[in-house]
């Protein structure tokens, strides 16, 4: 068998109480925080990283109760929400995804932070909701 | 900030067919199934492995309609059903969390295969049902 590039990303856990969840998966858990809680008022929620090896934990609280996380968390309650993936050519990867009928949610990825990203929805990733990302590679500034 | 000695084992995915399963993961993402589906009687579910880096995704599929994972996919369908995280100490570990107040589904590791493990509840760990494993080392027969 070969070795395949894809490697885990990050893994989001949707919370109701974020102070509740780094007690749990910091203090009593014993993993270690990366960085600060932050605050992403365009998606409406705060979000906190635990360092996993060469991934995370990401802890996600909706700060609205009108996002699509904030729905999830209604609906399902607190609990793993998707799955990250890195994946070396994101832009070949959902062609080939497409081609072999997965119904993508992003058709294209997108961009922010140095990332590019898009999600595939759970009904073609077994009730998954999977989000393939690719590093965009710094350029030295001349 | 330290670095801890938490990684991930496996992030285990419920599934209703496995075939369909493997066509998605294996044959449209591209992961590498890890040997072959295997049968677990004594658990009733077939399982499969897909190397995700030094971790594994593990697809289950129950095979009857009694089990506590049978009854899980019933209730909230297909998904991300389990995460393991690998510990160097599992008793330090679980000692660590009773005393912090979270609700072990083993007080004490159950054993199998080379390997030691416990369940959290995931009353205690945010929603999510939490396994923590530990290796057991290989001591050469004389």
Same mark, same amino acid.
């Given at each position: 068998?070969?070795?395949?590039d894809i490697?885990?990303?990050h893994?989001a856990?949707? @919370?109701d109480?974020?102070d +509740? +969840?780094?007690?749990?998966?910091? $203090?009593s858990?014993g993993?270690?925080?990366a960085?600060?809680v932050? %605050?992403?008022?365009? $998606?409406?929620?705060d *979000?906190?990283f635990l360092?996993l090896g060469d +991934? !995370? *934990?990401?802890? *996600?609280?909706?700060?609205?109760a009108?996002s699509g996380v904030a729905?999830?968390?209604?609906k399902?309650g607190?609990?793993m929400? !998707?799955?990250?993936l $890195?994946? /070396?050519?994101?832009d ?5 995804l497409?081609e %072999?009928?997965c119904?993508?949610i992003? $058709? %294209? /990825? ?9 999600f595939i !929805?759970p009904? %073609? +990733?077994?009730?998954v909701l999977l989000e393939?990302?690719?590093a965009? /590679?710094t @350029?030295?500034?001349e």
């Open positions: 068998m070969g070795m395949t490697k885990l990303n893994l856990i949707v @919370v109480d974020m +509740a +969840a780094l007690r749990f998966w910091r $203090e858990l993993l270690t925080q960085g600060d932050q %605050s992403v008022p365009a $998606e409406a929620v *979000i906190a360092t +991934a !995370h *934990i990401e802890l *996600i609280r909706p700060t609205t009108d729905e999830y968390l209604a399902r607190p609990g929400h !998707h799955l990250c $890195e994946v /070396p050519d994101l070949a990867k959902l062609a080939q497409g %072999s009928g119904e993508l992003n $058709e %294209s /990825p997108r961009e922010r932070d140095g990332r590019r990203y898009a !929805h009904k %073609s +990733a077994g009730g393939l990302y690719e965009i /590679p @350029v030295p500034k």
